[in-house]
T-cell receptor
Framework: SQKIEQNSEALNIQEGKTATLTCNYTNYSPAYLQWYRQDPGRGPVFLLLIRENEKEKRKERLKVTFDTTLKQSLFHITASQPADSATYLCALASRSSASKIIFGSGTRLSIRP | GAGVSQTPSNKVTEKGKYVELRCDPISGHTALYWYRQSLGQGPEFLIYFQGTGAADDSGLPNDRFFAVRPEGSVSTLKIQRTERGDSAVYLC??????????????FGEGSWLTVV
């Protein structure tokens, strides 16, 4: 069956360190993969998109990698700040149904001062 | 509008009642999505509209759920004979075009539905 797996355990990081979140998928052929941030009681906010033919994407302190062989994406936040504390969602769209975006369950990230 | 607007923000209804949830997408966005999110879970795809038509409704859980977008802008998600298991946050999102090209998708804040 198709799965998108994110670490369900919360990740606690010291301020200033790099936070790394993992997204693994099975039985998908993604056209692209996206990362979102979600704060409690709010809707998800789009952060980054990476296509299947791209290995890495950067935006300010954010970096996403995409390994279609390992079927994995890594999401990095460098120089983490307490304001980065939120739930981060991985989402992908298959080549066969590129407008249907499927989400993982998210990983809660907590940055302590 | 400036963002995706959803109403009501909160709705408490009795089991068996009919509910309508409204979504106003960002002006000019042709693509509109409905998702459902339960506590501790990621958003679950329900339906995707391109213009007025439902391009993909494969996520609707059963025939109690129905959505329309008659003029290609505002959409309404309709739930008949509500059940306690329908309690969740219903999220609407829109994008300029369909996301096949990887367009940015903008979410609303959601409609929190509680069925008692």
């Amino acid at each position: 069956s198709q799965k998108i797996e994110q670490n369900s355990e919360a990740l606690n990081i010291q301020e200033g360190k790099t936070a790394t979140l993992t997204c693994n998928y099975t039985n998908y052929s993604p056209a692209y993969l996206q990362w979102y941030r979600q704060d409690p009681g709010r809707g998800p906010v789009f952060l980054l998109l990476i296509r299947e033919n791209e290995k890495e994407k950067r935006k300010e302190r954010l970096k996403v990698t995409f390994d279609t062989t390992l079927k994995q994406s890594l999401f990095h936040i460098t120089a983490s700040q307490p304001a980065d504390s939120a739930t981060y969602l991985c989402a992908l769209a298959s080549r066969s149904s590129a407008s249907k975006i499927i989400f993982g369950s998210g990983t809660r990230l907590s940055i302590r001062p | 509008g400036a963002g995706v607007s959803q109403t009501p923000s909160n709705k408490v209804t009795e089991k068996g009642k009919y509910v309508e949830l409204r979504c106003d997408p960002i002006s000019g966005h042709t693509a509109l999505y409905w998702y459902r999110q339960s506590l501790g879970q990621g958003p679950e795809f329900l339906i995707y509209f391109q213009g007025t038509g439902a391009a993909d409704d494969s996520g609707l859980p059963n025939d109690r759920f129905f959505a329309v977008r008659p003029e290609g802008s505002v959409s309404t998600l309709k739930i008949q004979r509500t059940e306690r298991g329908d309690s969740a946050v219903y999220l609407c999102a829109s994008s300029l075009h369909g996301s096949s090209g990887g367009n940015t998708i903008y979410f609303g804040e959601g409609s929190w539905l509680t069925v008692v």
